[in-house]
């Protein structure tokens, strides 16, 4: 089953949320009046009315909340630094326990975890390409990750949204190492042509492809695809890569090399939702070997030399979105498209309070 990435409250929800609320202050009534325990049981009857909160308050809320996030495939230590840090701002607070202690804490949860998807460096694609355009520069996208996550299928993709959106598009075909790479790019091409140009009338190709063939230097045939895409007037480049582990020395020094001399505009690493923490480690790996072989990122930045994470097969893990939140929290980067399916239009922007809202249900 598919997230709903454009998931709104609908008014059931709201009903069912607003009924615990009633449930949970007749609850807290019910304590006062008859001393029964309600709904938070001894949580709620350990603090009095407006008392300010303290770490023996919160940690049985937190701890909940906690394996929560850790079932839904939160990696352990980012969910418990998640937690700790929503301990920190809350204690000391007051409180108005009519309210509900836990709604008070999940919100705040809530909060903390959109910020997280909801990185400083607001990325406007669309927008960063016309300002390098009118530079006189092609836009260029490299796409990077370990073998068999699907970069070129979602490059692919990314290369249809842009058609989309009227830019004209050069691929380049920078993977000069796996039997059949250029060959799976060109079958691509030339189906978003059919799609999207049919029959042009001998005007400009929308979408190209810039290859060399195999064993050849990457860095080279990335170089020269830029610079003729800059004399030929294509708006955007797309530089696909060798699938290469994160612990492969000389393929990741290779790319390192191809990213430190051609100076992309966006890195980004394509990662599988599907295996979940895997994909947190291989790109925690992935990056911490770019830093090591002098990469960096968005403004040098000296934390991350990806600046930007695609995430495939988003529509096989439900409500499992924890990878998501670890990605975006280990880099803080953000997630700039996920994948739905198998078609070309399958390609979403990541919708941030509709991945919280699955991830706390």
């Not at 949320?17 to 049981?41: C, L, N, P, R, W």
């Not at 669309?126 to 070129?152: H, M, T, W």
């Not at 040098?300 to 939140?325: E, P």
């Amino acid at each position: 089953m598919q997230p709903d990435l454009d998931f709104e409250t609908s008014d059931d929800d709201e009903d069912e949320e607003d009924g615990e609320g009633e449930e949970q202050e007749e609850a807290v009534q019910q304590q006062q009046t008859s001393g029964k325990k309600g709904f938070f049981g001894s949580i709620v009857s350990s603090f009095a009315y407006n008392k300010p909160l303290s770490k023996a308050d919160l940690e049985p809320i937190l701890s909940t909340l906690r394996d929560h996030l850790i079932a839904k495939n939160v990696a352990v230590e980012i969910a418990t630094r998640l937690c700790d840090s929503v301990a920190t701002k809350l204690e000391g607070q007051h409180v108005n326990t009519w309210t509900g202690l836990k709604g008070f804490v999940r919100n705040a949860l809530e909060e903390s975890i959109l910020r997280i998807l909801s990185p400083n460096r607001n990325l406007n694609i669309l927008r960063e390409v016309q300002v390098k355009n009118d530079a006189g520069s092609p836009y260029v996208i490299v796409f990077c990750g370990v073998n068999g996550v699907g970069k070129s299928t979602n490059l692919a993709k990314i290369a249809n949204w842009l058609l989309v959106n009227g830019q004209r598009v050069l691929v380049i075909a920078c993977d000069t190492f796996r039997a059949g790479a250029i060959e799976q790019l060109r079958t691509h091409i030339h189906a978003l042509k059919s799609i999207h140009e049919g029959d042009n009338g001998g005007g400009a190709s929308k979408i190209d492809l810039f290859e060399k063939g195999y064993g050849k230097d990457s860095t080279g045939i990335a170089m020269e695809g830029i610079r003729y895409a800059a004399n030929s007037g294509y708006q955007v480049c797309l530089v696909d890569t060798a699938g290469r582990m994160q612990g492969n020395e000389p393929l990741m020094k290779q790319l390192a090399k191809l990213i430190k001399v051609n100076e992309p505009d966006l890195t980004l690493f394509v990662g599988e939702a599907l295996v979940g923490n895997e994909a947190v480690d291989q790109l925690v790996n992935f990056n911490k070997s770019l830093l090591d072989n002098g990469c960096r990122g968005a403004q040098n930045s000296a934390v991350s030399a990806i600046n930007g994470i695609v995430l495939t097969k988003f529509d096989t893990i439900d409500d499992q979105v924890g990878a998501a939140i670890s990605m975006t929290y280990i880099t803080g980067q953000p997630i700039v498209f996920v994948g739905v399916g198998q078609t070309y239009r399958d390609l979403k922007q990541l919708n941030a309070r509709a991945v919280v809202r699955a991830l706390m249900k």
